[in-house]
């Protein structure tokens, strides 16, 4: 390697642990080493943008626009407080009923966004009944991330995933991935049962209330509600004719997102584009010109040609190497730096013998996505659950997530393996 390539690594090391330090915001972080990388001559400008992946951002950027006019609605409101009715305001049910209805939503809109909608409605009823939120938080931040890891729009690690193998289409993550995810959401369900059963008993008197609750005052805007879940239709039809059509993904996420802001007038624009979280645009576009410099220097061909030489090149080692890389990894680590730079080292592999890279694929996307369960900082959508939490008094400790999450972690990730290896590899 050489001086440049020790430049690329000494400035993403750098970057990389400031980011997991938290001590500047990370979508700063990320963007002053996608600047360094150009201002030393890593890459020329040209390349970082050529690394910019504009799909990926694209299909954030729609889904984020539709899910926030779609959330003015008060349809996910509506959606919980539903659920809290049809079980009777019983507490267990209640729990599941939400449990089911955040994996469901993780999988269609994404976990980070799930997360946000349900967590104000889920700690309202959680003060109705009078028990203790940690129980609902924690199992929803679970269920968030599973559901997630079902879809190509789910979760940020399998946007990029997709986006960057075209053969790995919204079907191809739906046949591949959300047969494993059933399998341990129904693993899932009775473990939570088992370990928050006790705290989360209540009364007649305060279940009954929950039964007053009117779900149909919670949908603000019937007429915008309307045109919403018509445009989300077509958009998740168009995410499965994506490839037969000759679209890609973004483009598809993109015509969703300005048909319903042709449907719903100008005055919704601006709301619009606030919806979109920036910050983790450009945290993103930081990202991509950082591994550029490993890509074009030479770096990840290297770390790519050591993983085959430790497993020597094998498809069920390989698998596993990746699996519980990326799941531990993911647990302490942010997983979208670690899936950004996971994806070229992949891609070098078939250039280095391995000739069936599909379970690879599949491997990094189980393991990034279910890892972040592992620990309170393993995804994004663990501190945002932590953070409205500590808000309204209810804080969640590393330690005490640490205690349920990891061991149903590494459950998720034993499943994983037996699956990748009765399915692609036997």
């Not at 915001?25 to 504009?54: K, N, P, Y």
């Not at 938080?137 to 729009?153: K, P, Y």
Request: include cysteine.
């Amino acid at each position: 390697m050489g001086l440049q390539a020790y430049w690329a690594i000494g400035i993403f090391l750098v970057i990389y642990a400031i980011i997991i330090s938290e001590k500047i915001h990370r979508t700063i972080i990320a963007m002053i080493g996608a600047v360094l990388m150009v201002v030393f001559g890593i890459v020329s400008q040209e390349t970082a943008l050529h690394h910019i992946d504009f799909n990926t951002l694209g299909l954030l950027i729609g889904m984020m626009i539709m899910v926030g006019i779609t959330a003015e609605t008060g349809l996910f409101k509506y959606i919980a407080v539903k659920a809290a009715k049809l079980a009777k305001g019983q507490p267990r049910r209640i729990l599941i009923a939400l449990v089911i209805i955040t994996a469901v939503c993780s999988a269609f809109l994404d976990n980070v966004t799930t997360v946000l909608l349900m967590v104000p409605v889920t700690l309202s009823i959680t003060r109705q009944l009078r028990v203790n939120p940690f129980p609902f938080l924690f199992t929803q931040i679970i269920a968030s991330n599973v559901g997630g890891t079902a879809t190509l729009i789910g979760d940020p690690p399998n946007i990029m995933i997709g986006s960057a193998v075209k053969e790995l289409t919204f079907m191809a993550f739906i046949t591949n991935l959300t047969p494993i995810v059933i399998i341990i959401m129904l693993a899932y369900i009775p473990l939570f049962l088992v370990l928050f059963g006790k705290q989360i008993k209540s009364t007649p008197e305060l279940q009954q209330s929950i039964m007053e609750m009117d779900e149909t005052a919670m949908l603000t805007d019937r007429k915008l509600l309307w045109k919403c879940l018509a445009v989300l239709a077509l958009t998740i039809i168009g995410f499965f004719l994506h490839q037969s059509l000759h679209l890609e993904s973004a483009t598809v996420a993109l015509c969703g997102a300005f048909l319903l802001l042709l449907l719903t007038g100008e005055h919704m624009l601006e709301h619009a584009f606030a919806s979109i979280e920036w910050p983790t645009i450009f945290f993103f576009v930081g990202l991509f010109v950082l591994v550029s410099g490993l890509v074009e220097t030479g770096v990840i061909n290297q770390l790519a040609e050591q993983a085959i030489k430790l497993t020597g090149g094998n498809e069920f080692a390989t698998s596993m190497l990746i699996l519980w890389l990326s799941a531990i990894a993911s647990a302490f680590l942010d997983n979208i730096p670690f899936v950004a730079t996971m994806i070229p080292m992949i891609q070098e592999m078939g250039t280095m013998g391995v000739s069936n890279l599909e379970p690879l694929w599949w491997s990094l996307a189980l393991g990034a996505c279910l890892g972040g369960n592992g620990t309170l900082i393993g995804a994004s959508a663990n501190l945002i659950v932590a953070g409205l939490a500590g808000k309204e008094g209810y804080p969640i400790s590393f330690i005490k997530y640490l205690k349920y999450g990891f061991p149903l972690m590494l459950l998720s990730i034993v499943l994983s393996s037996l699956y990748i290896y009765f399915r692609y590899l036997m």
